[in-house]
């Protein structure tokens, strides 16, 4: 074999294998680019992002009142609530309850109630929140429809209702200011 034809083919080679390489460098880009919008579509909506928390002001509710909000599509109770009712909470024996849990354990102030407003029966929503509604034996809330009744800690005391009305993740970012989620 003469010196020229081993030159063209160790051109050749090199040549062979710079393609090689050029089309798998194409291949992966093209592979990326298809692959990153199909990720990237499962990540949350920005308006679900932005439903994932919600700042409440509680500076105009009085002692004694009830205001819903809207987080992730569910209402909110918040509740200021009287000495009186918090006197009611704390004094309930716990080993009475169905779902045991103490008024401490479902508030960071004893005089801000934060629940979710949500029947743990079937999904209604209690009555309690607005004046003239009816609170239940228990002074909290009362769900018509199956007639469970909740304490004014948002505890199940009587009816079907398995569990005490969920405590949403929430905190104080000021005296008067609330975040949710």
């Known amino acids: 074999m003469s010196a020229e034809t081993t030159a063209d083919q160790e051109e050749g080679q090199t040549r062979r294998d710079f393609l090689y390489l050029t089309a798998a460098a194409m291949g992966a880009v093209g592979a990326g680019s298809v692959a990153w919008p199909l990720i990237n579509q499962m990540n949350p909506a920005a308006d679900t992002l932005a439903l994932s928390t919600t700042e409440v002001d509680l500076t105009p509710v009085e002692v004694g009142q009830s205001i ?4 992730r599509g569910k209402p909110v109770f918040i509740r200021r609530r009287t000495p009186e009712e918090i ?24 005089e801000w109630l934060i629940t979710i407003g949500v029947c743990t029966h079937l999904g209604c929503v209690p009555l ?6 009816s609170k239940g034996e228990f002074g909290g809330w009362f769900c018509p429809c199956h007639g469970s009744h909740y304490d004014t800690s948002g505890r199940i005391r009587k009816g079907p209702a398995p569990k005490n009305l969920a405590v949403p993740p929430y905190s104080f970012t000021s005296d008067t200011t609330i975040k949710i989620g």
Do not use: F, I
Request: aromatic share 2%; net charge negative; glycine share 6%.
């Open 68 to 71: 819903t909000v809207m987080w």
């Open 87 to 110: 006197k009611e909470a704390e004094a309930v024996n716990v080993a009475d309850l169905r779902d045991k849990q103490s008024d401490s354990e479902r508030v960071q102030k004893a």
């Open 128 to 133: 309690g929140q607005k004046t003239g509604d």
